[in-house]
Structures are given as structure tokens and as C-alpha cells.
């Protein structure tokens, strides 16, 4: 199925075409005018300069009106093999088509509101047919009917006309479009970035972000770069301190020569609070401490991991040269990005 981008937006269609595989660009009048744009003529030479293949109006009341527009527009300098003349579906408009069909041009007969003015569209050649769906569901008509009547005529008869799925409002358009079978579709910039979004996919990338990180990143890499070490004579006022500003749950005890005494915890603070032994002036050297839970600054995030599991602990202290070098958390191990 061709793939067009439905805008006349600059920053849209450069965008857009960085994709790399959008077939081109449809665009119109209204869309221009309600981008700003007064150089039409000036814009379009831009335009097609910047798609693969562009659709753009001819207008006219007469078909020579049309046609005269459509040569007009291939006289500015526009390439006839990647330009699509649009002509709204018309007694006059079918007889442009057949006309500039007949000189080797492409066009596109639009604003086809039902499958007899379908008929006529395919019986003058027209390259695409273009039903507007969106709009046709508005005023509560079975517009996919319309598409899949269309299609069936295309493929019952042979014509060489391609139905184009326009009017696209939702992705649920687009998964229409791709269950009856239509030959192209139009969208809108805004509908297909949603195209590529699930939050399902977005769960999945997370997890593969999370687990490379775990298996790449070393533990000294992935500690937050906070000051959580506090000198054993200092207070549990000064821990507290220095617990809020690095907004870690605990902070590392070291003694003078900068050994681990042990590991200072928020859940120290609960206890000694429920059992009304809180004396923030008390100093740390003073505490009893079990045994440290740390873990090698060289370590990968993946041991920080089994650790945090095994020993239900939120917080280790790392170790580098057999001295503590910080703490990292267990909200280490998310990465920043995600």
C-alpha cells in the first residue's frame, strides 16, 4: 500500500520524509491557507523539491480551465512523472482527466462521495480515485462500503485506478485501510506518529533498556554521584543532613581513617522513633550496627540486583581499595532515561 503524508506543513513534510519510505505528499488549497502560505506557486516548486511524488490541485470550472492549470503548473518547472494533478470529480473535472491522461500525466479525481461517481472516475482513466472517508462518516454515511465497493470494482473490471483510503482522522482509519485492501492511503502528520505507539511496545523497550543497563553498567558507573559518607563522630542530626541532600535512604558510617563502620538507615530513624529512643544529638559512634551490606565498586549493576533480592535491603554500600565510596540505591538500577 503507497503511503502518502496529507499536510502542507514545512517542518510536517521534512519530518515526514525523514522517514525514509513515505511515497509522497498530498496537499490542497485549504491546507495551505490555513498554514499561512500566500506563495502558492513559490510553494509548490519548494514542495515538490522535497517529496518523492507530489499531489497538488488543478482548478477550473471548465476542463480547459483544468487542463490549462495543470500545464501551467508543469510550466513553473514542476516533473510530470512525480506530479499528480488533484481534480475534484466533475462532469468537466472527468473530462481534464481523460485529457491529461491521454498527454501522459498523472491525476487524482477527489472528493468522490459515492461509488457512481467512482464509476465515472475509473471509466476517464484517473490514476487515483479518492474517496474521503472521514468526512463521509461525519454526515453518517457507511464510508468503508463506499472503499470496498470501489476496490471490488477496480479488481472485478481491471481498471488501472488506485483507490486512495483520505480523510484519515484516527489510526483506526489506517487499520481499515489495510484491512479492505486499498491501494493507497493519505494521513495526516499527527495520526502517523501514532502509528508507531503501543504502550506494550513501550514496556517491552523499556525492559530491554533496563536489563542491557544491568548487564553493562558497573555499579560505580550507575551509583548517583551524591555525598552519602559521614564521619562516626558526627551526629544523627548531621546523618539526617546528609540523608535529605542525597535523598538516599541510608548513609555509610566510616571512622577516622575512613573504614566502614556500618550503614545508617531511614528505617534506624522508625525504630528508634516508635521505641522513644530518638536522640538526634546522639553521635553515630555511639550506634550499634550489623553487618554492612556492600558491594564492590566494579561490580555490575546485575550483582547490585541479586543483592537487593537477597538481602531485601534498598541501599548497599560501595567498596573500592577496601574503603566506601558511596551507596547506590536500588532506583539506580532504572535508567535515567526511561
Known amino acids: 500500500m503507497e503511503f502518502y503524508l496529507d499536510s502542507a506543513n514545512i517542518q510536517e513534510i521534512e519530518d515526514a520524509m525523514n522517514l525514509g519510505f513515505i511515497t509522497g505528499l498530498t496537499t490542497t488549497p485549504t491546507f495551505m491557507h490555513r498554514d499561512g502560505i500566500t506563495d502558492i506557486d513559490g510553494t509548490i516548486m519548494k514542495l515538490s523539491n522535497m517529496v518523492p511524488v507530489l499531489q497538488i490541485e488543478a482548478l477550473g470550472e471548465k476542463s480547459s480551465e483544468i487542463v490549462d492549470e495543470a500545464h501551467r503548473l508543469l510550466d513553473l518547472g514542476l516533473d510530470s512523472s512525480k506530479t499528480v494533478f488533484k481534480i475534484p470529480i466533475s462532469m468537466e473535472g472527468a473530462r481534464a482527466c481523460n485529457q491529461l491522461r491521454s498527454e501522459g500525466h498523472m491525476v487524482n479525481l477527489h472528493l468522490v462521495y459515492s461509488v457512481q461517481q467512482a464509476y465515472m472516475a475509473f471509466s476517464a482513466g484517473a490514476t487515483y480515485v479518492c474517496p474521503l472517508v472521514g468526512r463521509l462518516q461525519d454526515q453518517g454515511y457507511d464510508a468503508l462500503g463506499l472503499v470496498q465497493q470501489c476496490i471490488d470494482a477496480v479488481n472485478y473490471y481491471g481498471y488501472d485506478s488506485k483507490i486512495m483510503f483520505s480523510s484519515v482522522r484516527h489510526p483506526e482509519h489506517v487499520r481499515n485501510a489495510l484491512n479492505l485492501g486499498v491501494h493507497t ?5 499527527k495520526v502517523i506518529k501514532q502509528l508507531f505507539q503501543n504502550h506494550f511496545t513501550d514496556i517491552g523497550t523499556q525492559q530491554f533498556f533496563e536489563h542491557t543497563r544491568l548487564m553493562t553498567i558497573t555499579v560505580k558507573e550507575g ?7 559521614i564521619s562516626s563522630d558526627k551526629t544523627i542530626a548531621d546523618a539526617l543532613v546528609v540523608m535529605s541532600k542525597s535523598k538516599l535512604g541510608a548513609v555509610t558510617v566510616v571512622d577516622a581513617s575512613g573504614s566502614l563502620t556500618g550503614v545508617f538507615t531511614d528505617g534506624d530513624v522508625r525504630r528508634m522513633e516508635s521505641s522513644g529512643q530518638m536522640d538526634v544529638h546522639k553521635k553515630l ?48 538500577l532504572l535508567s535515567p532515561s526511561l
Open 185 to 189: 492511503c493519505t494521513i495526516p502528520w
Open 223 to 229: 551509583m548517583r554521584p551524591v555525598d552519602a559518607i
Open 285 to 332: 559512634n555511639e550506634l550499634s550496627y550489623g553487618t554492612p551490606k556492600t558491594i564492590e565498586a566494579q561490580a555490575l549493576l546485575a550483582d547490585a540486583s541479586k543483592l537487593f533480592k537477597e538481602h531485601r535491603v534498598d541501599t548497599l554500600a560501595v567498596m573500592e581499595g577496601g574503603k566506601p565510596i558511596g551507596m547506590i540505591d536500588i532506583q539506580d
